[in-house]
């Protein structure tokens, strides 16, 4: 019954706004404490039921008349289960993520820059130009430099670059 789960948080806020707690954030805190956990029986409510209840009780600490949103039953069944630690639990090896998710992050990011500049490059027109062509097209020289190292053209000489045809 959302009467029985409510009455600490309604007390608690009832004396928090009393004392005209300065600590808004702090209250808010117990009071999400309070509605997740009481005498050793954990609640799990959906989002929307969560923001009502934290819009109510701002609400609360402000006028103090702001009635409970919610009235009756739960909606839910209280559940009950033992962990036998033995059986039902395993240890798990610990591996230090950093070096693994370096390689990974590497090779991720390669493959990402590679389909970005090929979709770059796929806006690129004619067969030879110059430097001044591909700046015209958009292109920086960072791009030209890109599309050089990844063999997508050739630079012929200063200044002068050509497609590459796999």
């Known amino acids: ?9 309604l007390d ?3 004396e928090r706004r009393e004392a005209r707690a300065a600590a808004t954030l702090e209250v808010i805190q117990t009071v999400m404490r309070l509605l997740y956990y009481q005498d050793g029986l ?22 103090g008349a702001a009635p ?4 009756g039953s739960m909606g839910s ?16 090896e610990n591996v230090n993520i950093h070096a693994d998710m370096g390689a990974y992050n590497a090779a991720h990011n390669t493959e990402k820059a590679s389909r970005r ?10 067969d030879r130009w110059t430097t001044a062509e591909l700046r015209a097209q958009g292109f920086t020289d960072r791009n030209i430099k890109t599309f050089c ?14 497609r590459i045809f796999v």
């Open 1 to 9: 019954m959302w009467e029985l789960w409510a009455a600490p948080i």
């Open 12 to 14: 608690y806020l009832t």
């Open 42 to 63: 954990y609640l799990t409510v959906p989002g929307d039921i969560r923001r009502a209840i934290v819009k109510w009780a701002y609400q609360y600490l402000k006028d």
């Open 68 to 71: 409970f949103p919610f009235a």
């Open 77 to 92: 069944d209280s559940y009950q289960f033992t962990v036998d630690f033995e059986r039902d639990t395993f240890l798990k």
């Open 117 to 126: 500049t090929a979709k770059r490059f796929a806006d690129l027109t004619g």
């Open 149 to 162: 190292k990844d063999g997508l053209i050739k630079k012929l000489y200063q200044g002068r670059y050509q």
